[in-house]
């Protein structure tokens, strides 16, 4: 047996900021995969990830309890097929802020969620929302508290436009170009990293003043920005604002950036070779970036792995 392919997600834009409402701009990311899946003879992975799935079904039937009115499941057949010994297969590297557990909430929705909001309906605002709901309980099991997008964004395979909390579309974004000079890319940091600890440095930090008027001054300011250009395809000005978001990060995120990359990180906004935000919450997995010029920024960056997400 094995399932319909889920794909990972890219956050170009928003990440932190969406917790404070600013724009944000999540993508597919074909390259990596999942999908729930039985075999004959289960590797020492798929026994680990079936030991997990054990788990989340106590947590899902809990979640079906206490709100029956957002989501139910088949839960008989959910357990059967775990009995069965189903695991989820996934090339998603995990802890590098691509979207590994939204993958998988996205593959057990779709399987087993009763009365499901299928991609192929009239998506109005209201099932988007109502979908990043079940989605954002379904996913709070793996890393506390979560948005619910990344599941929402594996489970519909179509780039998403935050506007806000409770305004969030569908969209489409420009056309991307074989031998475009400029391109979006992600660098590994060699290092797996933990959502729920930096999130909770962020809700830490949120405490102080000086911190939040940062982010609204600033942070969601020119990430909004970037998401206006991106979709607009201003490069240039795309650039500009990047360069901006780099720094405002580089500044005030500094834990979420693992150490040995800080200087790289200036580098980028020293020479304008490119400029790295975050992936994710950081802490480690991939640091997203942005170059006018690929090959400079390759140059640039020859002793790291730069794998291109798009390019324009």
Not at 60 to 66: G, I, T, Y
Not at 76 to 86: A, Q, S, V
Not at 152 to 181: C, F, M, R
Not at 211 to 235: H, I, P, S, W
Request: glycine residues 10%.
């Amino acid at each position: 047996m094995k399932g319909p392919l889920f794909y990972s997600k890219i956050l170009l834009f928003g990440e932190y900021g969406i917790i404070r409402d600013s724009k944000g701009l999540s993508i597919p990311y074909n390259f990596y995969n999942g999908a729930l899946k039985v075999d004959e003879n289960p590797s020492t992975e798929a026994i680990k990830s079936n030991e997990s799935l054990k788990r989340y079904v106590g947590y899902l039937e809990q979640l079906q309890k206490d709100q029956p009115e957002l989501v139910t499941f088949n839960l008989e057949l959910l357990k059967t097929d775990i009995e069965r010994g189903m695991y989820f297969d996934s090339s998603i590297p995990q802890g590098y802020g691509v979207g590994s557990s939204g993958a998988l909430v996205a593959a057990i929705y779709d399987k087993y969620a009763n009365n499901k909001i299928t991609v192929l309906e009239n998506l109005t605002r209201e099932k988007l929302l109502q979908l990043k709901t079940i989605f954002s309980q379904m996913e709070s099991f793996f890393h506390g508290k979560s948005s619910g997008l990344d599941p929402l964004n594996s489970y519909l395979s179509i780039p998403i436009l935050i506007n806000s909390k409770d305004n969030i579309e569908a969209t489409g974004i420009p056309s991307q170009s074989a031998t475009g000079k400029g391109a979006v890319f992600l660098l590994d940091s060699g290092i797996v990293g933990e959502t729920a600890p930096m999130v909770n440095i962020f809700m830490e930090n949120l405490k102080e003043e000086g911190f939040r008027k940062m982010l609204k001054n600033q942070f969601v300011k020119y990430t909004d920005a970037c998401v206006e250009n991106f979709l607009g395809g201003d490069m240039k000005s795309l650039f500009k604002n990047t360069k901006q978001l780099s720094k405002v990060v580089l500044n005030n995120f500094k834990p979420m950036i693992p150490e040995q990359f800080h200087g790289v990180w200036q580098k980028g906004i020293d020479t304008n070779d490119y400029y790295l935000k975050l992936c994710g919450s950081g802490g480690g997995g991939y640091i997203l970036g942005f170059t006018e010029d690929l090959e400079k920024a390759k140059k640039s960056l020859s002793d790291y792995k730069l794998e291109v997400v798009y390019q324009f």
